[in-house]
């Protein structure tokens, strides 16, 4: 599902069930350390992610590496690679892209459910708020304030590798079409790349089996 709104410039392994270790290499010592302590859970889906990015890098040509978490959970990849990864109950995905090509990554999945009592308002500005009514008469199959909780994920995601700063919830500012994109306007100073400030991200967003994916591929 997620490699549907990612380019062809970008690897992407999804799965709706963890994967076995036993089918590919497993973890490496300083992944299985991370998660030493964790309850079974804990470590079934940061195996399965952890899988599904290693199966996309060799997609792409790359050898496997350890995929440790940084600040923020930001994955440190290998040199000249950018990805992301997202996991939630029942969906587990991994998008992985060379760095000449795509500058960096934000995917995020999520349950097709309404968010709980008191997030939205926590998450969202007030025109954002004011469009979900009829984005939801228009596309009633969608959960909409699940779709923009998963978008500014994907916007955090997109970010922070370029920044290694935080960015709030209400510093970014979404519009969506229901036929399937949304834009995402920075309302802080964005990241620079080869002279060019980016005040604004594009992405993708489906639904489907259950979940809302977006996905956003910022370009070189």
Known sequence: MIAAILPPDVAAVSTFGDLSPTRDRGLFPAEAAAVAQAVARRRAEFTTVRLCARRAMAELGLPPAP??????????????????????????????????????????AEPNLPLPDGVL??????????????LSRRRPDVHWDRLLFSAKESVFKTWYPLTRRELDFTEAELDFDPAGTFSARLLVPGPELAGRRHGAFSGRWTVGRGFVLTAIALPA
């Open 67 to 108: 995929l440790l978490s940084g600040k923020r959970g930001a994955i440190n990849w290998p040199d000249g690679v950018t990805g992301s990864m997202t996991h939630c109950p029942g969906f587990r995905a991994a998008a992985i892209a060379r760095t000449e090509a795509i500058a960096s990554l934000g995917i995020d």
């Open 121 to 134: 308002e926590v998450i969202s500005l007030p025109r954002e708020r004011a469009g979900l009514a009829e």
